[in-house]
């Protein structure tokens, strides 16, 4: 059993949870009927009464916001109508990312079975940037458009709004990002983190943020509700590549917008899933690993335009064709994912200044701009730490920033703002350039911030355990029950349990290059409970005593299927000698 709530394996702390109130967990156990544990489990998601339990397991639509709480909806919903009414020309412009490409097939999709005189426009990344561009703009005013919708973007485009303004064009602002005091000078502003919004929902994804707008219009045009829930597959997508919080309503939308993807999946999933040979039901999980980097990777490689083809494509073929270009995309990106890794590892391992501090920034002006942010996560895989990528681009040092558990990168940029052209973001990942005459200067800035506020245990990687239990509590109910915490993400993580002593029944091998195969049993648990376990890139702890020697784990249950039998497995997250 545990001593203390922390304990140190190596350089991966175990945090365990701390048990919730008895009377809540015992009152509740017995109104649910389930186990102590699982009921402990929902007291730390803030589940602590019936009705609570009922909303999270059986999440319904009807409980879904008013849209129209959202500040300047009503605003946003009149223009668009006047538009519709003068029959103006609507241009839906959106970020070449995921949520901003989903956000841009959903308005898109839903406004054009309402109004013919429209089209969208995703910014190259390589000439104009993320965000509103000026080139944007100039098309918008070359082909006649009076009305330009944004999405996942504009929250910091003031002098970009301006611009357009001088031309005579309207700006809908949609967005989600972190807000400044001052805001964009444009006819509506959406975004339900601008601090004088009132919405409940903070941590809405871009693509929640165009759902609402359509919601709103929909409310204003009397559109029956199943028109509006056929897109909510996409907001399911965002929700899950852009690593919100996975509760309150962003729960309700990734819940319906699943079940939607696994039984009326749209032509363009249906392709993708056909290219990435993804036959079973669609997880979160498979979003993020599967799904998501196929279509960020067309803007990563060559056009975002690519994936809004595909997401909103009316037939198999069509999507089948944009499928394949942006599987292509997708190979180029691993490839050149997998070269700028080892070329930045390589520069990390043969500078001992930079392998000694608490942060990374490399720079590179060769390298590739679109996969600077996904080098920037695998950094951390190694040195766990606060990272920034940077290539040149346009003049510029130009890249992409990721954190590590408690620290707010976006918050340290801001103490840098002086010295950057432009950033922006979440706490945990942001987007930035820097002149480059200034990079040394930045650099020497944000490691010192960094050194004054970061904490040892935020640099020390971190697995939180829900509850230890014994093999034994692991019964066809208890996985059936906990299943139905899905989905899981941010704040409903997958949950993590710990079991104490328990040992291989001296079938431990290496497997694949480098994962540990196991059979785990505990003798004195009183009734023979074993359960197959891979424990993945972890083959550095096998030994010939797993047998004969106990040992802690902390792992996941999932179904592993093989031969047509489906059996509970142990997915070992790490193991304690």
């Known amino acids: 059993m545990f001593d203390t709530i922390l304990i140190r394996n190596m350089d991966i702390r175990w945090k365990l949870k701390e048990v919730g109130d008895l009377e809540t967990i015992k009152k509740l156990s017995s109104e649910l009927n389930i186990s102590n544990i699982l009921s402990n489990m929902l007291v730390h998601r803030g589940i602590d009464s019936y ?146 919004c009132g919405y409940p929902e903070k941590n809405l994804s871009g693509c929640g943020v165009s759902y609402k707008l359509a919601s ?115 190979i180029t ?45 695998r950094l951390i895989d190694t040195y766990y730490r606060p990272t920034i990528v940077l290539t040149e681009s346009e003049g510029l040092a130009t890249g992409s920033a990721r954190s590590v558990k408690g620290f707010d990168i976006y918050a340290a940029l801001e103490k840098c703002s002086d010295l950057l052209v432009h950033f922006g973001g979440h706490m945990y990942a942001a987007g930035l350039a820097v002149k480059l005459e200034n990079l040394d200067i930045f650099k020497k800035r944000f490691f010192e911030i960094v050194e004054n506020s970061i904490t040892e245990d935020m640099l020390t990687p971190e697995i939180e355990i829900d509850a230890e239990i014994d093999l034994k509590d692991i019964t066809p109910k208890f996985y059936k029950i906990l299943n139905q915490f899905a989905p899981f993400g941010p704040d409903n993580m997958k949950p993590v349990f710990v079991t104490s002593s328990v040992y291989d029944k001296g079938y431990a091998k290496v497997v694949g290059k480098n994962h540990l195969k196991l059979t785990i049993h505990k003798p004195d648990d009183g009734n023979g409970v074993t359960f197959d376990a891979i424990a993945f890139k972890q083959s550095e702890a096998y030994n010939n005593d797993m047998s004969k020697i106990p040992f802690d784990i902390c792992y996941t249950i999932e179904e592993n299927e093989w031969n047509g039998n489906i059996n509970l497995q142990l997915n070992i997250r790490d193991i304690k000698k």
């Open 51 to 196: 009705e609570k339990a009922r909303l999270f397991f059986r999440p319904k639509l009807d409980d879904l916001h008013d849209p129209f709480l959202l500040k300047d909806m009503d605003i946003a919903i009149n223009r668009i109508i006047k538009a519709i009414d003068n029959n103006e020309k609507i241009l839906i412009y959106g970020d070449y990312d995921v949520d901003g490409t989903t956000s841009v097939a959903l308005f898109y999709s839903f406004l054009k079975k309402q109004y013919n005189n429209i089209d969208f426009y995703i910014p190259n990344r390589y000439t104009e940037g993320y965000g509103i561009s000026y080139k944007g703009i100039d098309f918008a005013k070359e082909n006649g458009f009076s009305l330009v919708i944004s999405f996942d973007c504009g929250i910091k485009a003031i002098e970009q709004v301006k611009y357009a303004n001088t031309l005579n064009i309207d700006f809908i602002i949609t967005d989600h990002h972190i807000a400044d005091d001052q805001l964009p000078d444009a006819i509506a502003v959406i975004d339900p983190k601008r601090p004088d």
């Open 216 to 330: 709103g219009l929909a409310k204003a045009m009397n559109i029956a509700d199943d028109v509006l829930h056929s897109y909510l597959d996409l907001v399911a997508i965002s929700i899950a590549a852009d690593i919100v919080p996975l509760i309150g309503e962003n729960r309700t939308l990734a819940y319906w917008g699943l079940k939607r993807l696994n039984e009326v999946p749209r032509f363009g999933i249906q392709a993708i899933m056909q290219e990435s040979k993804l036959s079973r039901e669609i997880t979160i999980s498979d979003i993020v690993f599967l799904i998501a980097p196929r279509i960020n990777a067309a803007g990563r490689i060559h056009t975002g335009n690519t994936a809004v083809e595909l997401l909103i494509a009316n037939d198999y073929s069509k999507a089948s064709e944009f499928a394949k270009i942006i599987n292509e995309d997708n």
């Open 333 to 377: 990106r691993k490839d050149l994912d997998a070269q700028i890794t080892e070329d930045a590892l390589n520069m990390l391992d043969g500078d001992s200044i930079a392998a000694n501090k608490k942060a990374t920034i490399v720079f590179n002006k060769d390298w590739h701009k679109g996969v600077v942010g996904i080098v920037a996560s």
